[in-house]
């Protein structure tokens, strides 16, 4: 921008003043801007820039989440964050976690969106029913398939198995089949959700790209990798960031299907922060193992985010 | 102006001259009323629910009527432990608050329970109650129940395999269990995904009183390992599982869902404590079920799994400590002792009452008076949050047949060594 000289030091010469004018114009509406700013920029920075550089504090010291009296104890919290065994293992389970329930509902969610976007008998009906899932909490999800994925014949998939002549299986008390069952509640719980988003994006793309594409002789499969596909990539990247930063700080299903058993199969890094912290009364390794987990989840979506947007444009 | 002026402070004069008036008359009235003292408002901050704690409250404000109860809970024992220590920190915690097993020496050290041994209270307890919540020869928490936990028995199953009493030896309670399996009935289920491993615990505890009962102390001092100390009872324990008398589905059962599958007759026994008998009786009032303690390798011997209950602490920062001491004397009392146990069901060990238990609990009640009764967590020094973790997951890896009984004691020498 540039600025007149003598405007700045302030001496009004003969033609300056419709400029000093414009100058005061621009400077309110700029301040007006910044007004309406303000409230969220304070938001920002109570609950998140202050607790942040509250949890970089303690991370360098020995802070036990009770006493005030704070030790300097420099990287050493980092250094045990990653020599930690539960914490290791927990960080294979989470981006597992992560990562697989993002594929496995993007690829329902897009087929789902659609068809829930065609002309049927009781299509209201049915988005609610995808959409329910979404609604109860997670944590009381988690309760209720422990008992549906109960490892006993008695438990109800194993009842309906029994039903065909085959034995139990063990959903939650074999390590891989517990990991999976986590993920199977998970994708249950979310597709509704996400194909509702795609729904919303779907009925944005006006009827005349389908009309002009069905002229030209396009089939139905050209039409969905051609047309629908791209117009969707902005809903994909906004669905995935959200399942990604979802399931990598996941807590409540996972703990309360399986209590993050058997052994560390199913434990997640912020079941491991939360006990460091709470339980352990060890705040200091507890606020390193965050700050790890947040660069973490910051690099694992500006890799998503990178990702998505050569895709969008290469579509 | 003047005489609008004059006017105006004649006006002023004779509205200091009845204010005047007024607030003699009203200082000799008040004079007059004799002096009604405002209660004291004590803070006490709870895992019981109101539920529990209004009766012992109610009959407490009865009997100090110059004193008020500001009651307020959260639930045991992560949401307590968290909302306490937030309040510490933020120099709002209440007058008086529960001590527990996790968070006792955070507590200690810090500095911020008072120290109770001089008072009159600490004498109605039991010892291993003044012991789990006392540190160098000090007590910092009013411990007034235990619970002690052992083997429940649905009674119409057992008795379909020719039980007559209670096995008197491990290999006595694996033959049990083999019959039930032969006969058809799931014999076992343990609390592997909780912790609740109730057989398991008591072994240890049997193994540990056999030496003297210190050997958490020489464990965490370098002078035996867990390896060395623990493999034994988790061999017994483990025999469970390799005998193929336990199923490893239970490393998926949740502690409800057991309950559920004992009070519906599906499975024979089940590792229990006594919180368990309301929800079983609940959903099945016809059964008939009885604990038995759990019997030890050679034979005649048994214990129990079971710990001291949380106590009842004053902070060291209160400004009411006269009113908390009262609070603690009342709650120590005879009295305060009978309502509790009747609003909680809890196992009461202070020598002037004598609960009155469910029947079921009968067969145990002399373990716990005696206080035959082990919790690793509450016997380990320090670290239990982090040890008790590292433990629930090495015992599931080792019913999973992943690793051996060593394997757990050496995990655990790990990570004791972690957290020096």
Redesign the interface.
């Known amino acids: 921008m540039n600025i007149d000289r003598n405007v700045i030091v302030g001496v009004a010469l003969p033609g300056t003043v419709p400029r000093m004018q414009t100058l005061r114009h621009w400077w309110r509406e700029a301040m007006a801007r910044q007004v309406f700013l303000l409230p969220i920029a304070v938001v920002f920075l109570a609950l998140f820039l202050i607790p942040l550089g509250q949890t970089l504090w303690y991370s360098l010291t020995d802070f ?5 009296a704070l030790r300097f104890v420099g990287i050493k919290n980092y250094v045990r964050a990653f020599t ?1 065994p ?1 914490m290791i293992a927990s960080l294979g389970y989470t981006f597992f976690y992560a990562v697989s329930t993002t594929i496995v509902v993007t690829a329902l969610a897009i087929p789902l969106a659609i068809a829930l976007n065609q002309h049927f008998l009781g299509r209201n009906a049915v988005r609610a029913v995808f959409f329910f899932p979404a609604i109860p909490s997670i944590a009381v999800l988690g309760l209720v398939w ?2 549906i ?4 014949p ?1 438990g109800a998939v194993n009842t309906v198995i029994g039903l065909v002549g085959l034995g ?1 299986v ?6 891989m089949l ?1 990991r999976l069952s986590t993920v199977l509640v998970s994708v249950w719980g979310q597709t509704g959700w996400h194909a509702i988003l795609y729904l919303a994006y779907l009925q944005s793309i006006p009827s005349d790209f389908y009309e002009a594409a069905a002229i030209d002789g396009a089939n139905a499969r050209q039409r969905f990798f051609h047309l629908t596909l791209p117009l969707l990539a902005p809903a994909v990247t906004v669905s995935q960031m959200l399942l990604l930063t979802g399931g990598l700080k996941v807590f409540d299903l996972p703990y309360t299907l ?7 199969a199913t ?1 997640t890094l912020s079941q491991v922060i ?2 460091r912290g ?4 060890k705040f200091g390794e507890a606020s390193a193992l965050a700050v790890v987990f947040m660069l973490l989840v910051l690099a694992v979506v500006v890799a998503q985010f990178a990702i998505s947007r050569r895709l969008e444009r290469r579509l | 102006m003047i005489g609008k002026d004059c006017t105006h402070q004649g006006h002023s004069r004779g509205l200091r001259r009845m204010a005047a008036a007024t607030m003699l008359i009203a200082g000799s009235l008040l004079a007059a009323v004799p002096a009604v003292a405002e209660p004291t408002h004590l803070s006490f901050f709870s895992w019981d629910n109101e539920q529990v704690m209004k009766p012992v409250i109610a009959a407490f404000e009865e009997a100090n009527p110059d004193i008020r109860i500001d009651f307020s809970n959260a639930p045991p024992v ?1 949401e307590y ?2 909302t306490l ?1 937030t309040r ?2 933020s120099n709002t915690a209440a007058d008086v608050f529960i001590i527990a097993a ?2 006792k ?3 200690i050290d ?1 500095g ?1 329970v008072k120290d109770l041994s001089g008072y009159d209270f600490i004498k109605t307890m039991n010892p291993q109650n003044r012991a789990a919540y006392g540190a160098d020869g000090k007590a910092y928490g009013l411990s007034l129940a235990s619970w002690g936990g052992g083997i429940l028995y649905n009674k119409a199953l057992t008795d379909k395999v020719g039980m007559t009493e209670p096995p008197k030896s491990w290999d006595e309670f694996l033959a049990l269990a083999k019959k039930l399996k032969d006969a058809g009935i799931t014999p076992y289920y343990d609390g592997v ?2 912790g609740n491993l109730m057989p398991l615990y008591a072994l240890i505890g049997l193994a540990f009183s056999k030496e003297g009962g210190n050997v958490d102390q020489k464990i965490f001092s370098g002078q035996t390992s867990f390896e060395k100390e623990w493999t034994g009872p988790l061999s017994l324990y483990a025999k469970l599982y390799d005998d193929g008398l336990i ?8 502690d409800d ?1 057991i309950v559920n ?1 004992f009070a519906t007759s ?1 499975v024979a026994m089940m590792g229990a404590g006594p919180w368990n008998l309301p929800a079983i009786r609940g959903i099945n009032p016809q059964i008939e079920m009885n604990f038995m303690a759990v019997p030890g390798p050679v034979s005649g011997e048994s214990f129990l799994s079971g710990a001291p209950s949380p106590g009842y602490a004053i902070n060291s920062a209160t400004e009411h400590l006269q009113q908390a001491e009262a609070f603690l004397t009342f709650l120590a009392s005879p009295e305060a002792v009978k309502l509790y146990h009747k609003s909680s069901g809890a196992i009461t060990t202070t020598a002037d009452y004598k609960p009155d238990l469910d029947p079921a609990l009968a067969a145990i009640y002399a373990g716990i008076e005696a206080s035959r009764i082990y919790l690793p967590m509450t016997s380990w020094p320090r ?1 239990q ?2 040890l008790h ?2 433990m ?3 015992i ?2 080792m ?2 047949g ?1 690793i051996k009984p060593a394997d757990v004691g050496k995990a655990l020498d790990a990570k004791l060594a ?1 957290s020096q």
Request: charged share 20%.
């Open positions: 036990n989440g009770y006493s005030r930690d539960s422990s008992f994925l109960s490892p006993l008695s139990s063990p959903w939650l008390s074999d390590p517990a399986t209590k993050g058993g058997p052994g560390y434990t939360i006990r709470l339980g352990e009364a | 992560n432990v968290q220590q510490l920190l996790e968070n020496n955070a507590l810090g911020f995904q909780s199923s490893r589905d239970v490393l998926g059962l949740s869902q599958e599906k670290a949050d982090a973790t590292e629930v997951a090495q599931q890896n019913v999973a992943g972690d």
